[in-house]
């Protein structure tokens, strides 16, 4: 099978300041259909400037990345947004959401970018909201939510198209352990759907919910293999948060 | 389409969170749009009445004076619409308080025809019950101060008196006021004219033709002297009716198109401040927009239209508004040319303005969790010395505030200080009306009364002028039609006084003419003949030269400031003796109107007295506009303010936070907030105020010079106006910063951000 993603000795330096900054030095990764992939790495190793160029929301120096078997690293600016309305999910650790629209407003918009008649937006937003629990907080501002409920909602959201790649850089970063354990929950549940994931973490025990971890040091790959799973229980189960 | 659709859900909700400050906005361009449209019917109604008595009274645009009822179809010549009367007219002497003033007596039925028909302003219409009542044309009823019910004198050519009683006072626009336009108008019943008049041999016909072009008056009017050959008296169009009414003053133009720019300024200021603030405001949700995959442009789009339709909204608003008010408060028309260009320029102003944000905003990076950047700059000299000094806290924090955030400090300087600048500039406008009032002489209007002869001797003529007590100064003059050197038309030279005893003109350049031989010219001669004081011109009066040093310009609001002003000693004898008329200055708190009725009496009603037209008072309306657009641009002010305050709170929220920890009371926190507006405040509002001043007197001379009036003109408005106006920008500012600063020092401020 094709790879989902892939780039080829991708690079990034940022040249805004005095002098250039390599934050990413030559990355070969791929990525399978169905994989979740979990990125590791000291601060400042390159890990959030690697997935925002998978996504198109930094511009590479060198290099190229392949979406879904097409060089996608040649896109403009304006060619990028257009491919990810259906193949990109995004999720932050902040500001995942439109602060003054609705819940709602915030699952239906991706739908309706791409394309998606207002009524079956709107059936899909239902769902996935239902699927997480948000039903009753779907006419709610995202001010008005807990930090675990907007990490749930950035996922509906993220999730709206049944994006090739969900692109997460830190999701539980500013979450309480149970919220952590619903999110995580989460993500194990799209990924055992079928979903390919590539998620940002600190955490080692975060990270030990994925497939396979790529660790960067200094925008170098350093180390890249498969999780041994213990396959007893569920997610939320298997990683024991305190 | 797709995007169309999830673009509409986001300005939807977007406006939604901001319902107030898009009203604001809204409110903001009507008003100013609204407050333009009004100021440009008054001014266009105060100088050119004509439109709009034309256009109430369904007016005739040539008018005819036969000695018989016309015998052949004036009414089937081209491009006639309809025809008024024929009405038969007969001259009469009014007598009023002791003055006599020629009338001519309309014959009119009790019902109203449908084209020419005059616009009663006060009373009735005649009505055939009361024979003995008359309607007086408005601005002959002013002059003679008459009112409805007051008894009507009037004496026929055969010398028999009749007293009427005035039942109505109308509008028409079928010939120019009284006194510039004589004899004065009146309208009685046919039989009532009969009564007065039975001679038929000693009253004419009056007939008026409606046309369905205007412009084509001069034919009709060339095919009428053809069709009745000498049966006809005279005929005129509604260009003479027009150009009588007119008043003749470049001024005017010159303010009117310093409000336009105001006003479009003061819009583009109020888009540009809202869109742009709102813009900052919400880069991160931008940001968040394109992640999900709305591209640049898109974004660019969306706030272009967001804000745009805000904008047009508001123009569309103060349109219906503009023309509502005039139509229905003021009675007057909108002249339909400006109102599409103010809609227009206003349109087009909107769409520039909120551009540039836009275009901001599309280019934002797409990557959501941008870090903000921190604070520049640290504790400033300032602050610090403060802290030495042992000022509160919360000034010292404040201080410290106010500039260290640089985008929410620029925002409500310049905020402040545009609009500010404005308020002065139309202050400025203010002083300089307000200077054509109390000081006419400044504008040229020396002598508010000029008396031609007419039957008496020049000598007899100015014997009585200078006996009357409140004269002051009698200056004999003449006005001549020059030709100037390589000019096909001719220019005026207006001889008044003489060099030994010089009529004040207003020189504002060089010197006043001292000798024979010397002259002071308006700026719109000198740009004429491309001269400068100092030139040595050299005119044909009348086939004699006429060779003049310029040695002085003067404000000259008349003729385009194409006049050369010199004494009349320097003109030859055959043009200045005996003198044309005389000016008359009167000493200060004279009326000119008794000054002048009595001139009247003491000869005999054998001089002819004609009153100054001072420009200011058909303008006494511009001052509800003036106050009306500071009213807006003061709300542009505060609503920028809020702007920039909102910015400046949102980075501000978890500094707040932070303050609170460290142990601020509320009140200190509030106090922190308060003091680091207040001093953005007096310092937008110092900027703007010291901007306009240094501006005021300039564009308005500016305009002065273009439109040949010249400079000098302009007057700033007075120290303390200014200070006035200073004080209650700030008070009014400090009071509108208060509230959002009440507000987040109230607040339960969540220690990390969302
Ligand atoms: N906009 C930028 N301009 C200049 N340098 C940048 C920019 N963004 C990131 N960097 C630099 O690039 C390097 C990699 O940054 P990046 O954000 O990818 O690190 P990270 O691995 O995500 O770190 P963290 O775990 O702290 O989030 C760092 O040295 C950082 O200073
Ligand atoms: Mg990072």
């Given at each position: ?242 | ?248 003053n470049?001024l005017?133009?010159?303010l ?173 406008v203010w002083s300089t009306l307000d200077g054509f009032l109390s000081h006419p002489e400044q504008v040229?209007q020396?002598?508010s ?108 609001p ?30 200060p708190g004279?009326?000119p ?19 100054v037209v001072n420009p200011a008072d058909r303008l006494a309306?511009i001052r ?89 003109i302009?007057r ?39």
């Amino acid at each position: 099978m094709n790879p989902v993603v892939k780039t080829v000795s991708l690079v990034k330096i940022y040249s805004g300041g005095a002098v250039p900054v390599p934050a990413v030095r030559g990355v070969d990764l791929q990525v399978e259909p169905g994989e979740f992939v979990a990125i590791m790495g000291p601060s400042g190793s390159g890990k959030s400037t690697l997935v925002h160029m998978l996504g198109g929301l930094d511009a590479r120096t060198s290099g190229e990345i392949w979406l879904d078997d097409q060089r996608v690293d040649t896109l403009s600016e304006s060619a990028w947004a257009l491919l990810r309305r259906k193949k990109i999910g995004f999720m932050f650790q902040f500001f995942n959401l439109v602060a003054n629209m609705t819940v709602a407003d915030n699952v239906e918009l991706p739908a309706l970018l791409a394309g998606v008649s207002p009524k079956d937006a709107r059936e899909r937003r239902e769902h996935l909201l239902g699927a997480l629990n948000l039903s009753e907080r779907a006419d709610a501002a995202p001010g008005q939510l807990s930090g675990g409920e907007q990490q749930r909602v950035a996922l509906a959201r993220a999730l709206a198209n049944q994006p090739s790649v969900l692109l997460t850089d830190e999701p539980t970063g500013n979450l309480d352990s149970r919220n952590t354990r619903d999110v995580l929950r989460l993500l194990s549940d799209v990924h055992k759907e079928g979903q390919t994931i590539i998620m940002v973490t600190h955490d080692a025990r975060v990270a030990s919910l994925a497939d396979r971890l790529v660790s960067l040091f200094d925008g170098e790959i350093v180390d890249d293999g498969r999780i041994a799973r213990r396959r007893t229980g569920t997610a939320g189960a298997v990683i024991d948060l305190r | 389409m797709s995007t169309a659709l999830a673009g509409g859900r986001w300005i939807r909700a977007d406006l939604r969170a901001r319902k107030g400050q898009a009203t604001l906005t809204v409110l903001a361009v009507a008003g100013i749009v609204a407050a333009l449209i009004t100021a440009v019917t008054l001014l266009e109604d105060g100088t050119n009445p004509w439109r709009n008595l034309s256009a109430q009274t369904d007016g005739a645009h040539v008018w005819l004076y036969t000695k018989d009822s016309p015998q052949v179809a004036v009414g089937e010549i081209d491009g006639v619409t309809d025809t008024a009367g024929p009405y038969r007219s007969a001259p009469v002497t009014v007598a009023q308080d002791g003055k006599k003033e020629p009338a001519s007596l309309r014959a009119m039925s009790a019902a109203r025809p449908l084209v020419a028909h005059p616009v009663v302003a006060e009373g009735r219409w005649l009505d055939s019950t009361q024979l003995d009542g008359v309607v007086v044309e408005r601005s002959f009823a002013s002059s003679l101060r008459l009112r409805v019910g007051a008894p009507f004198t009037i004496i026929a050519l055969s010398g028999e008196r009749h007293t009427l009683y005035v039942r109505g006072i109308a509008d028409s626009a079928e010939q120019g006021f009284y006194p510039e336009w004589t004899p004065g108008l009146a309208w009685v019943l046919p039989t009532m004219l009969e009564r007065i008049e039975p001679m038929l041999g000693r009253s004419e016909w009056v007939t008026g033709l409606r046309l369905a072009d205007p412009d084509s008056a001069q034919l009709v009017s060339q095919r009428v002297v053809v069709m009745l050959e000498d049966q006809l008296q005279r005929v005129y169009t509604w260009r003479e009716v027009r150009a009588a009414m007119e008043l003749d003053n470049r001024l005017l133009g010159t303010l009117l198109a310093l409000f336009g720019v105001v006003g479009l300024v003061a819009a583009a200021l109020a888009l540009a401040n809202a869109a742009g603030g709102r813009v900052l405001g919400q880069l991160r949700d931008l940001a968040t927009l394109k992640s999900l995959g709305f591209t640049g442009g898109q974004v660019a789009l969306l706030l272009l239209v967001e804000h745009g339709a805000l904008g047009l909204l508001g123009v569309g608003i103060g349109t219906l508004a503009g023309w509502g008010v005039a139509v229905a408060f003021l009675g007057v028309s909108v002249p339909p040319m400006p109102m599409l260009a103010i809609v227009a320029g206003t349109a087009l102003v909107v769409l520039a303005a909120v551009g540039v944000p836009a275009w901001r905003g599309g280019r934002t990076p797409p990557i959501p969790d941008a870090p903000v950047a921190p604070p520049r700059g640290h504790l400033s000299r300032m602050a610090r010395l403060a802290l030495l000094v042992r000022l509160p806290p919360a000034l010292v924090l404040g201080t410290r505030d106010a500039f260290t955030r640089r985008v929410p400090a620029f925002l409500t300087v310049f905020g402040l200080a545009v609009p500010m600048m404005m308020i002065t500039i139309g202050l400025g406008v203010w002083s300089t009306l307000d200077g054509f009032l109390s000081h006419p002489e400044q504008v040229g209007q020396h002598a508010s009364l000029y008396v031609k002869p007419g039957k008496l001797d020049p000598a007899e003529a100015r014997r009585v002028a200078v006996e009357d007590p409140d004269v002051r100064a009698v200056y004999p003059g003449t006005d001549v039609n020059a030709l100037a050197p390589g000019e096909a038309r001719s220019v005026r030279v207006r001889a008044l006084g003489t060099t030994g005893e010089p009529y004040p003109f207003p020189v504002v350049e060089g010197r006043m003419y001292g000798r024979p031989g010397e002259a002071v010219a308006g700026q719109g001669l000198l740009d004429l003949l491309g001269l400068k004081i100092g030139d040595r011109v050299r005119l044909t009066v009348g086939g004699s030269p006429l060779i003049v040093r310029i040695v002085g310009r003067t404000v000259e609001p008349d003729l385009d400031g194409e006049v050369l002003s010199v004494g009349l000693d320097s003109l030859a004898a055959k043009d200045s003796v005996p003198p044309e008329h005389y000016a008359l200055a009167l000493r200060p708190g004279a009326d000119p109107g008794e000054v002048r009725a009595r001139l009247l009496a003491e000869s005999a009603e054998s001089l002819e007295v004609q009153r100054v037209v001072n420009p200011a008072d058909r303008l006494a309306v511009i001052r509800v506009v003036i106050v009306a657009l500071i009213v807006v641009l003061a709300l542009i002010g505060l609503a920028n303010l809020l702007t920039a305050s909102a910015l400046g709170l949102r980075d501000h929220a978890l500094d707040l936070a932070v303050l609170k920890a460290m142990g601020l009371t509320p009140r200190q926190v509030m106090a922190t907030l308060v003091t680091g507006t207040g001093l953005l405040v007096v310092l937008g509002v110092a900027a703007g105020t010291a901007a306009g001043v240094s501006m005021v007197t300039g564009l308005i001379d500016l305009q002065g010079h273009t439109s040949g009036v010249g400079a000098g003109i302009g007057r700033a408005p007075s120290a303390l106006t200014l200070t006035l106006a200073v004080l209650a920008a700030v008070g009014a500012a400090l009071t509108v910063a208060l509230i959002p600063a009440r507000r987040a020092a109230r607040a339960q401020v969540p220690v990390t951000a969302r």
